[in-house]
């Protein structure tokens, strides 16, 4: 049976990154990730792996795409305003198709803002920080056990569909201590990968990656062969949780660690006599609308509870499809919603008060 580690969450994402195959790694120190650079460039090199501190977030990410692209099993992480500096190196890798593990402990902003944890980055994760018709998939964890686990899974699913893959987490989550175990067994393997810029190694032509297509019609047809791998992404990587959810009235659509707080508020709401379920969201893209559909006709009203001004509200009502009202709660710029102010939403919306987002 594997071993309970009490870790930090950015030091678990390290070591589940390891233990998931990666052997590169390129980064810049920023609060509230720092932990995570610190940790892999002791444990790489004991691995035979590469830890490099790259001289901007810049440079970082357009290493990731040179390792990636070269076939090797590579990460980097950062905070808020460093992946927004990493955004353009985004879009090309998913451009070029390179398999890589992005980790974005968030922390509030606009501009370089609070180092304290925040959820506002969800536009930029989801709707694409970078420019061109493109998608990442993006995982929200909400405890270090979660952390780990999808971050082991998210360098099997990068290399399946050629594409980035996050880890959205938030400063909370990569500073708590909590008891996690690591599989068992050896580190996963790197898969062979007929497309990396190897060399020729007895092929007749040497590979080329690229994201540039002068022709239009030429680019056009790329953008249309990453829709489609899109479409299989929404088809199978749907992923979400939900609690108590059969006869509620009220459902709390949250993620990460404010579905923690949700699940404290829905106790302290059950005590006076509310009815309330939870839909927790595990990939924010593709996000889960079929279960906000079925769910829509059979309740009072969905409560989206997030550390922001509300940046899910539009993927929840796309969801519902007006078919219930949708609110919001939240606290934005590094505050952390409580149970008492998400239950005080709840008696206003069972009480007629509720304000529609």
Excluded at 58 to 78: D, K, P, W
Excluded at 266 to 273: F, N, P, Q, T, V
């Amino acid at each position: 049976m594997a071993e309970t580690i009490l870790m930090k969450g950015n030091e678990a994402v390290a070591e589940a990154a390891i233990r998931g195959g990666c052997r590169f790694f390129f980064g810049y120190p920023i609060t509230p990730q720092s932990e995570v650079p610190e940790y892999v460039s002791r444990r790489l090199p004991e691995v035979g792996g590469v830890f490099l501190q790259a001289e901007s977030e810049v440079a970082a990410i357009n290493m990731v795409y040179g390792a990636g692209g070269a076939g090797a099993r590579v990460m980097t992480s950062s905070s808020s305003p460093g992946i927004s500096l990493k955004q353009e190196g985004i879009s090309y890798i998913a451009g070029a198709e390179i398999p890589c593990v992005i980790v974005n402990m968030v922390r509030g902003g606009p501009g370089l803002g609070t180092i304290q944890p925040a959820q506002s980055d969800y536009f930029q994760a989801t709707k694409g920080g970078g420019h061109g018709d493109y998608r990442i998939l993006v995982f929200a964890p909400a405890s270090v056990q979660e952390m780990v686990d999808l971050t082991i899974e998210s360098f099997d699913l990068a290399d399946k569909y050629r594409n980035p893959v996050m880890i959205m987490g938030d400063g909370i989550l990569g500073q708590m201590m909590e008891p996690v175990r690591f599989p068992d067994g050896p580190d996963r393997p790197n898969p062979e990968k007929p497309w990396a810029t190897t060399g020729k190694r007895g092929r007749k032509k040497v590979n080329l990656i690229s994201s540039l297509n002068i022709e239009p019609e030429k680019m056009e047809e790329h953008n249309w062969k990453l829709h489609r791998k899109y479409r299989e992404m929404e088809k199978n990587e749907v992923r979400f949780e939900t609690d108590d959810v059969d006869g509620a009235d009220v459902i709390i659509v949250a993620y990460g660690t404010t579905a923690r707080v949700a699940r404290s508020a829905i106790r302290k709401a059950a005590e006076r006599g509310y009815r309330v379920g939870l839909l927790r969201p595990i990939t924010l893209w593709p996000f889960p609308y079929a279960p906000l559909r079925e769910l829509a006709p059979r309740v009072k009203a969905f409560l989206v509870v997030e550390m922001s001004t509300g940046q899910m509200v539009d993927d929840v009502k796309i969801g519902v499809e007006g078919k219930a009202p949708v609110c919001f709660h939240g606290r934005p710029g590094g505050m952390i919603p409580d149970p008492e102010g998400i239950v005080q939403e709840i008696d206003r919306i069972m009480t007629g008060r509720g304000a529609r987002a």
